[in-house]
């Protein structure tokens, strides 16, 4: 599978042609941005952990009946996947109040929700990816009510095969960010899912294991990575 051209660059990851049309190779960066990137800087070894750990998620998900973009790692910092057209929704799914959630709301953040509750963000950098609501999707075209209702029920099957998961890990799966792309008609999971995404805590410390390490200036953000990569992938 040779790589071609640069067809894309984000804030953490790069994509490039294949010379198969529908595949890409995706690589991830050590580029760590927060605050819609008005805070940025480098987490070591940031892009091989989450590939790897994306990589073993995606696996497990796959087998749980989840379609995904995934085909198989290519490297230490490259995935190969199925093209996509993104569907510019950014879905949110929570199991303890944290966060936004907690500052929008005045929640304390620590306590369940039961059952979990899903947000929709409009994917546009200049607008600061706002929350929106259904209605908002159906205005903006974003997705239509039978495309959202799939994507909700996908999250949420996501979050029933990643909960016990984690809880064998002893960590805690707070709260995690999904996008959802085209292939070929077919609506699947893209991206990644990894510390930059999700929301962990250790069970028994409910010490950060994520990229709150990096927005909060917490220390050990590289250790935290790494030892999400050691249980997930260990």
């Known amino acids: 599978m040779g790589k071609g051209a640069l067809i894309y660059e984000g804030k953490a990851k790069k994509l490039f042609e294949t010379d198969q049309q529908d595949r890409v190779v995706q690589y991830f960066k050590d580029d760590a941005t927060a605050f819609n990137a008005q805070k940025r800087g480098t987490i070591v070894e940031k892009g091989v952990v989450n590939n790897k750990v994306s990589e073993r998620l995606f696996q497990l998900l796959e087998k749980g009946g989840v379609p995904t973009h995934f085909i198989e790692r290519l490297s230490d910092r490259e995935m190969l996947t199925?093209?996509?057209?993104?569907?510019?929704?950014?879905?949110?799914?929570?199991?303890?109040?944290?966060g936004s959630l907690a500052k929008r709301l005045g929640l304390k953040e620590g306590d369940r929700i039961e059952p979990p509750i899903v947000e929709y963000y409009y994917k546009s950098d200049a607008l600061g990816d706002p929350l929106i609501s259904e209605e908002h999707i159906r205005l903006l075209n974003l997705a239509t009510p039978a495309q959202l209702a799939e994507i909700k029920n996908l999250a949420l099957t996501v979050n029933k095969i990643l909960m016990p998961f984690f809880q064998e890990r002893q960590m805690l799966l707070v709260d995690f960010k999904l996008e959802f792309g085209r292939h070929n008609g077919k609506l699947v999971l893209a991206d990644e899912i990894s510390p930059d995404t999700c929301r962990f805590w250790d069970q028994k410390t409910k010490e950060s294991m994520d990229k709150d390490r990096f927005r909060k200036d917490l220390g050990k953000i590289e250790e935290a990575y790494q030892e999400v990569l050691k249980r997930v992938c260990g």
């Open 82 to 98: 199925r093209r996509v057209t993104i569907v510019p929704i950014e879905v949110v799914v929570r199991n303890i109040v944290a």
